[in-house]
């Protein structure tokens, strides 16, 4: 059974930065991407960002500039790391791994509050 597991949330002003992790129970090189999604209350899940296994990255348009998505093979970690947050970036952020024929995995979520 693959696991994710997040962390690194919590509440930040904003203006402020915040570092999510999300490390998985194997060899990230086995998914063909990895993410992180995002989902407020009263809205659908939206991606925030992916990357690929050759390292190649997509954003969403509302945190482009301000969020940059890493990953560490050595760890079997992923990042996001998140800068000049915004009230509107609160919500539970959701990391998602997809493999080769396979639905995607998802971890637990950790929140992400942005408020003063």
């Known amino acids: 059974q693959v696991q994710l597991v997040e962390s690194g949330g919590g509440l930040v002003q904003p203006g402020g930065s915040l570092l999510l992790s999300c490390a998985a129970s194997?060899?990230?090189?086995?998914?063909?991407?990895m993410g992180w999604y995002r989902q407020a209350p009263g809205k659908q899940r939206e991606l925030v960002a992916l990357?690929?296994?050759?390292?190649?990255?997509n954003y969403g348009d509302s945190v482009k500039g301000r969020f940059t998505i890493s990953r560490d093979n050595g760890k079997n970690t992923v990042y996001l790391q998140m800068n000049s947050l915004k009230p509107e970036d609160t919500a539970v952020y959701y990391c998602?791994?997809?493999?080769?024929?396979?639905?995607?995995?998802w971890g637990q979520g950790t929140q992400v509050s942005v408020s003063s």
């Open positions: 194997i060899n990230i090189f086995s998914f063909v991407r």
């Open positions: 998602s791994a997809v493999r080769p024929s396979n639905s995607p995995t």
């Open positions: 990357i690929t296994r050759d390292n190649s990255t």
